[in-house]
């Protein structure tokens, strides 16, 4: 008989079944919460400190104090894999402010709510093959919000654009923002090719800045290839011979189709092959990183 699911919540390893969270729980009424989602590789959460980092950073700017120890709270994420026996899958960690005094201030919410889950990924692979997508005509992103930086609990925006994105029987969607310039996809950041560089959205255009996303800017800016942070257009969008989304759960996935457009790109072509090989050394240069 297979073992129940386990999770880990507000200090203890329980069976998925019987854990409880109250229904007066801020992050429940009013998204008052945060979380990261992260890769879980040979048994152990990629990008663990940068993602706790941001996590951290976003519960100072939301008037959280975190409640644990980011590198304990790892350790504790490790055992979380190896009691449900996932080498490779996906771990969400989400805190959430607590139960306080009804109304949008946080009055009395002392008792913060941590949960921990762990599950498998219908694609083994660290990369995801070709996707295609449709750009959202129902809701669009702010600009220049600090709190639109992290992740938090209200993500009704991305699941609107997701759903949209369901009915039109595509893979992802490309969120825009007030401007009606490219934000962001449902589930990553864009990067386009132009020329010889390649173009992502800067922080003012309103994406959350991914953990691999900044890695890969980096990385490829420090050995000579060009990355500019900058604004994309619809436009832009459609004219790029080169188009993929890059998160820590689906790596490096190309971008086939915008709408009714082909796009060039594959897991074939020289630039994604490449990418793919810095952002693989990206992950086992963490992996053998101690905390």
């Known amino acids: ?14 069976p998925e079944a019987e854990a409880q969270v109250s229904v007066f729980d801020r ?37 959280f ?4 120890d980011w590198v304990e709270l790892g350790f504790l994420a490790i055992e979380l894999a190896k009691r449900n ?5 996906v771990l969400r960690v989400h805190l959430s402010r607590g139960i306080g005094v009804r109304g949008y201030r946080s009055r009395g919410a002392t008792k913060h709510t941590l949960l921990m889950t762990v599950g498998t990924l219908k694609h083994k692979g660290f990369h995801h093959p070709p996707i295609n997508t449709i750009i959202s005509k129902k809701t669009f992103l702010p600009m220049g919000d600090e709190t639109s930086e992290y992740k938090t609990a209200s993500k009704l925006p991305h699941i609107i654009a997701c759903d949209e994105a369901h009915m039109e029987f595509a893979d992802e969607c490309i969120i825009l923002n007030a401007k009606g310039r490219v934000a962001e996809c449902g589930s990553g950041n864009v990067f386009i090719q ?17 953990i691999l996303r900044d890695g890969l ?5 420090g050995i000579g290839i060009r990355v500019l942070e900058s604004k ?29 457009k082909s796009v060039g790109t594959s897991t ?24």
Not at 239 to 254: C, D, K, L, M, N
């Open 1 to 14: 008989m297979k073992k129940p699911a386990l999770l880990y919540l507000n200090g203890q390893f329980l």
């Open 194 to 210: 132009d020329g010889k560089k390649l173009i992502t959205p800067a922080r003012v255009e309103g994406p959350i800045l991914g």
């Open 217 to 221: 800017v980096q990385a490829l800016n």
């Open 85 to 89: 026996s996932i080498d490779a899958g």
């Open 65 to 68: 104090k975190f409640p644990i």
């Open 268 to 291: 074939q072509s020289e630039a994604i092959s490449f990418i793919k090989e810095i952002t693989d050394k990206l992950i086992f240069s963490d992996y053998e990183t101690p905390w």
């Open 232 to 260: 994309i257009t619809v436009k832009d969008l459609m004219i790029a011979p080169e188009v993929f989304r890059s998160s820590t759960i689906g790596g490096i996935t190309p971008i086939s189709k915008i709408e009714t």
């Open 27 to 63: 992050s429940f009424l009013y998204g008052d919460g945060l979380f990261e989602t992260l890769r879980i590789y040979e048994g152990r959460p990629v990008f663990w400190a940068k993602h706790m980092e941001r996590m951290q950073r976003g519960a100072a700017h939301c008037g």
